[in-house]
């Protein structure tokens, strides 16, 4: 979510850049830094803080370019410093970059045994360095960023400039956004169409595994093979485009194709990728508490679900759940040394809000995981965990959902290494797997066209049964409930192992049957379950992995294949294919996606 801009301009760009960037402090930062070609030399100026402290080093000390980067940050590798702020330097290159490169200790391992020294903590020091090694070995600018494109794991989005080269900026996109702005014998690249919005309209989106040279004349877009290709220029109004859906039909399909850079800037906050902690922001003792109760409503009370399953198997502490509209009217029994939990991406829904200030009143410290900073529940409680994702418009919780999973995910693996139920090496090893989600994110996202498949036909349904164990059963609530929200088809989420307490009844040749099962310890009970519904005529969609796939009963009629994953992400990797699936249900039903009736993004009133 940190923001990008690139100028290849015919005149100094040097407060146009800053002008971007300003544009692009909604994202949040902590660092801020421009560079430019100077006399066929890419010079740089970088500031920790806000944008005025850049602003300060730029009036001491101008930069007279026409060709140039700029960038604001929010520490990943590294904390926020002058040293880790972006552009980042190694020999002829000079880049910024958003997401997480989740091998760049290998690389830079790598690069240290070849001779090269690093100045920052960041990984981003690390693609800078590979690029320029590339150069080094004779490959011109744009094959030698293609040559390090091809070594990197993880999601980002890029801005390079190369010493020598005047004309030309290079930029690239995998899990996080990038779009090329079209001007009169200029050009621009930026990370989202806010960025380049006061100097054009004309705008073309890069689409996943894109690379791009870009000069004053055009723009040269690749894809991941290194095919030439053609993006589509759209025509994008400045003043709409910080709610601008991009290359998207509803805001619902961008949210959902949002969550890999909202994962990783959400995860970024909780872990610290060089040590392998997960931290504890707030001051919270997991140690002292005797329980944790978690509140919330729909999508929100669903992740809670899924924070109970990860903070009772990682951490031993007990966890109890409830819909928020049912907690406060029910007297329940509460104790001082239970920490309060509330989940909303609004931070103004009423049911969950009431709920918090009872617990208050009880003596309980209380705590928010939430998207909104400045709302209601956050000023209330004692601790908020933000969960950074940026501005949700969908009425259909997504991005946010996935966000809001990631911050529990961090916490259990936080709580269990204070109440000592780990140790550091299985902290860092979970820390690790944690970081790989976003890139794990986008490849299920990838999973779209086979998904638009199944929605043609799921369609035509009346009812549809979702079934899960495990942490896949809140899951199979969550997929249930999005595909009624948005699609009005009855759907109903279960754990898989009720099937035959009930709803096996309702199994017939008419009725579909989303099985959500990756190959994990619940899988051998799940593929039984299939077999069940399969013998009674049932139309099974199996939402699985690669080794589940293997393993899979014969006879289902979709087979959905998502990445392979640790179990501690799968239910976030897991997640995109049935929002995708709901999402294309309604599209093919002719559903208004984004404001379905009778709801609202946020339920302020009970």
Same mark, same amino acid.
């Given at each position: 979510?940190?923001?990008?801009?690139g100028i290849?301009?015919?005149? /100094?760009?040097?407060?146009?850049?800053?002008?971007?960037?300003?544009r692009?402090?909604?994202r949040?930062?902590?660092?801020?830094?421009?560079?430019?070609?100077?006399?066929?030399?890419?010079?740089?100026?970088?500031?920790?803080?806000?944008?005025?402290?850049?602003?300060?080093v730029?009036?001491?000390?101008?930069?007279?370019a026409?060709?140039?980067?700029?960038?604001?940050?929010?520490?990943?590798?590294?904390?926020?410093?002058?040293?880790?702020?972006?552009?980042?330097?190694?020999?002829?290159v000079? #880049?910024?970059?958003?997401?997480?490169?989740? =091998?760049?200790?290998?690389?830079?391992?790598?690069?240290?045994?070849?001779?090269?020294?690093?100045?920052?903590?960041?990984?981003?020091?690390?693609?800078?360095?590979l @690029?320029?090694?590339?150069?080094e070995?004779?490959?011109?600018?744009?094959?030698?960023?293609?040559?390090?494109?091809?070594?990197?794991?993880?999601?980002y989005?890029i801005g390079?400039?190369?010493?020598?080269?005047?004309?030309?900026?290079?930029?690239?996109?995998k899990?996080?956004? #990038?779009?090329?702005?079209?001007?009169e014998?200029?050009?621009?690249?930026?990370?989202?169409?806010?960025a380049?919005?006061?100097?054009?309209?004309? &705008?073309?989106?890069?689409?996943?595994?894109?690379?791009?040279a870009?000069?004053?004349?055009?723009?040269?877009?690749?894809?991941?093979?290194?095919?030439?290709?053609?993006?589509?220029?759209?025509?994008?109004?400045?003043?709409?485009?910080?709610? $601008?859906?991009?290359?998207?039909?509803?805001?619902?399909?961008?949210? @959902?194709?949002?969550?890999?850079?909202?994962?990783?800037?959400? @995860?970024?906050?909780?872990?610290?990728?060089?040590?392998?902690?997960a931290?504890?922001?707030?001051?919270?003792?997991?140690?002292?508490?005797?329980?944790?109760?978690?509140?919330?409503?729909?999508?929100?009370?669903?992740?809670?679900?899924?924070?109970?399953?990860?903070?009772?198997?990682?951490?031993?502490?007990?966890?109890?759940?409830?819909?928020?509209?049912?907690?406060?009217?029910?007297?329940?029994?509460?104790?001082?040394?239970?920490?309060?939990?509330?989940?909303?991406?609004?931070?103004?829904t009423?049911?969950?809000l009431?709920?918090?200030?009872?617990?208050?009143?009880?003596g309980m410290?209380?705590?928010?995981?939430?998207?909104?900073?400045?709302?209601?529940?956050?000023?209330?409680?004692?601790?908020?965990?933000?969960?950074?994702?940026?501005?949700?418009?969908g009425?259909?919780?997504?991005?946010?959902?996935?966000?809001?999973?990631?911050?529990?995910?961090?916490?259990?693996?936080?709580?269990?290494?204070?109440?000592?139920?780990?140790?550091?090496? $299985?902290?860092?090893?979970l820390v690790?797997?944690?970081?790989?989600?976003?890139?794990?994110i986008?490849? /299920?996202?990838?999973?779209?066209?086979?998904?638009?498949a199944?929605?043609? $036909?799921?369609?035509?349904?009346?009812?549809? #049964?979702?079934?899960?164990?495990?942490?896949?059963?809140?899951?199979?609530?969550e997929?249930?409930?999005?595909?009624?929200?948005?699609?009005? &088809?009855?759907a $109903?989420?279960?754990?898989?192992?009720?099937?035959?307490?009930?709803p &096996?009844?309702?199994?017939?040749?008419?009725?579909?049957?989303?099985?959500?099962?990756?190959?994990?310890?619940?899988?051998?009970?799940?593929?039984s =379950?299939?077999?069940?519904?399969?013998?009674?005529?049932?139309?099974?969609?199996?939402i699985?992995?690669?080794?589940?796939?293997?393993?899979?009963?014969?006879g289902?009629?979709?087979?959905v294949?998502?990445?392979?994953?640790?179990?501690?992400?799968?239910?976030?990797?897991?997640a995109?294919?049935?929002? #995708?699936l709901?999402?294309?249900v309604?599209v093919?039903?002719?559903a208004?996606?984004d404001?379905?009736?009778?709801l609202?993004? /946020?339920?302020?009133?009970?």
């Open positions: 979510m940190c923001g990008i801009i290849v301009g015919t005149r /100094s760009v040097q407060e146009r850049l800053i002008e971007s960037l300003k692009l402090e909604y949040g930062y902590d660092s801020a830094g421009v560079a430019g070609v100077v006399d066929g030399h890419v010079q740089r100026r970088r500031a920790a803080g806000k944008i005025r402290a850049l602003e300060e730029l009036a001491a000390d101008p930069l007279s026409t060709v140039g980067i700029g960038h604001t940050r929010w520490a990943t590798h590294g904390g926020p410093s002058t040293r880790n702020a972006h552009p980042h330097t190694a020999g002829r000079t #880049l910024v970059h958003n997401g997480i490169i989740e =091998n760049y200790a290998e690389l830079r391992e790598m690069l240290k045994a070849k001779g090269r020294t690093f100045e920052s903590e960041t990984d981003t020091e690390v693609i800078a360095a @690029i320029d090694w590339e150069l070995g004779g490959k011109p600018p744009v094959e030698a960023l293609k040559a390090a494109l091809d070594q990197l794991s993880g999601a989005a390079v400039l190369v010493d020598g080269e005047d004309n030309l900026i290079m930029g690239a996109r899990g996080s956004p #990038l779009v090329v702005g079209y001007g014998g200029e050009m621009f690249l930026g990370s989202d169409a806010l380049v919005g006061p100097f054009t309209s004309r &705008i073309a989106y890069l689409e996943e595994g894109d690379y791009v870009i000069d004053h004349a055009e723009a040269r877009i690749f894809d991941a093979r290194g095919q030439a290709v053609r993006r589509e220029v759209r025509q994008v109004a400045a003043s709409a485009a910080l709610v $601008e859906k991009g290359n998207y039909r509803h805001f619902m399909e961008k949210e @959902i194709h949002d969550q890999p850079e909202g994962c990783q800037r959400t @995860i970024a906050a909780y872990v610290d990728p060089l040590t392998g902690r931290a504890m922001p707030g001051g919270v003792d997991f140690a002292a508490l005797e329980r944790i109760q978690i509140v919330g409503c729909g999508t929100a009370y669903i992740a809670g679900l899924l924070g109970k399953y990860l903070m009772e198997q990682l951490a031993d502490l007990p966890v109890d759940v409830e819909v928020a509209s049912e907690f406060r009217y029910r007297d329940p029994a509460l104790r001082p040394a239970t920490l309060a939990i509330g989940i909303s991406q609004s931070g103004e009423a049911d969950t009431a709920a918090l200030r009872l617990c208050k009143s009880r410290q209380t705590a928010v995981v939430v998207n909104a900073q400045e709302s209601t529940m956050a000023r209330e409680v004692d601790v908020v965990w933000p969960i950074h994702c940026g501005p949700e418009i009425v259909a919780s997504t991005k946010a959902f996935t966000a809001q999973v990631s911050v529990f995910t961090a916490l259990a693996v936080a709580a269990a290494r204070a109440r000592g139920r780990i140790e550091a090496a $299985e902290e860092q090893r690790k797997i944690l970081l790989e989600a976003p890139r794990l986008a490849e /299920s996202i990838n999973l779209e066209d086979a998904v638009r199944v929605a043609i $036909e799921m369609s035509k349904a009346r009812d549809v #049964l979702f079934l899960g164990r495990g942490p896949m059963y809140p899951l199979a609530l997929g249930a409930l999005k595909l009624k929200e948005i699609s009005y &088809i009855h $109903e989420g279960y754990a898989a192992g009720e099937l035959k307490h009930g &096996i009844a309702l199994v017939d040749e008419l009725t579909p049957i989303v099985i959500l099962a990756p190959f994990d310890s619940y899988f051998e009970k799940s593929a =379950n299939m077999s069940e519904v399969m013998a009674r005529g049932g139309q099974v969609v199996f699985t992995d690669p080794d589940g796939e293997a393993h899979a009963p014969a289902a009629r979709v087979v294949t998502a990445p392979r994953c640790d179990p501690l992400i799968a239910p976030l990797v897991m995109a294919p049935i929002q #995708l709901a999402y294309y309604a093919q039903k002719g208004d996606v404001q379905p009736r009778n609202a993004k /946020s339920v302020t009133v009970e």
